[in-house]
């Protein structure tokens, strides 16, 4: 019980600590195909496409603004990383989960500003079942990148798998304040918003 209650705090503290944004199944995850990561202030441009990612008119607009963020996530900046991240995806591939979380333990280690890694490895803890050190992680995430739309979504995935309906809903809400086109979501927030906060009269 005592474990339980502190992924619970932990949650709470995640979703706190994450900036509430003015606008308002299975883990949100890059596409197989990306474009180039644009050279320049990587800063300014997730920002410039996050915005874009906003006013997109469309689906596909938003899909090819979407994969130019995750291009960014996905690039470290590191020859060894992304190696290391490569064998990462042949291990996924492969079924071998504990081989792609240590690759990524050697990839934080050498990068720990890298916020994908931390992602892909809160992903795979997901996948192991074991919450405690996915919502650890995910807690880096959002510390190093509070819009990763990813990260949000998985939180609230795992708040689902706890039974903590509202805060599965305050997480999915922020998720779609970034990216108002995520594919699913939008369906958990109506359904949980129907549980949670009762259909409108």
């Not at 915005?51 to 963020?69: F, G, M």
């Amino acid at each position: 019980m005592r474990h339980r209650f502190s992924l619970l705090a932990l949650t709470a503290a995640l979703l706190a600590a994450s900036p509430a944004y003015a606008e308002p199944g299975s883990w949100t995850e890059a596409p197989d195909k990306l474009p180039r990561a644009p050279r320049g202030d990587r800063f300014k441009n997730l920002d410039f496409l996050f915005e874009a990612l906003k006013a997109a008119p469309d689906a596909d607009s938003a899909k090819l603004v979407e994969s130019r963020i995750w291009a960014l996530w996905l690039a470290s900046g590191s020859d060894t990383a992304d190696l290391l991240m490569s064998r990462v995806k042949a291990a996924i591939d492969g079924k071998d989960t504990n081989l792609a979380i240590e690759l990524l333990d050697a990839v934080i280690e050498l990068r720990p500003d890298y916020v994908e890694a931390w992602n892909r490895r809160a992903t795979l803890h997901f996948t192991n079942k074991d919450y405690g050190k996915s919502l650890a992680d995910i807690r880096q995430v959002l510390a190093r990148e509070p819009r990763h739309f990813g990260a949000l979504s998985g939180l609230g995935v795992i708040m689902q798998e706890f039974g903590e309906e509202k805060l599965a809903l305050e997480a999915f809400r922020r998720a779609l304040a970034v990216n108002p086109h995520l594919q699913k979501i939008p369906d958990f927030v109506k359904t949980l918003t129907e549980k949670v906060e009762g259909r409108d009269i």
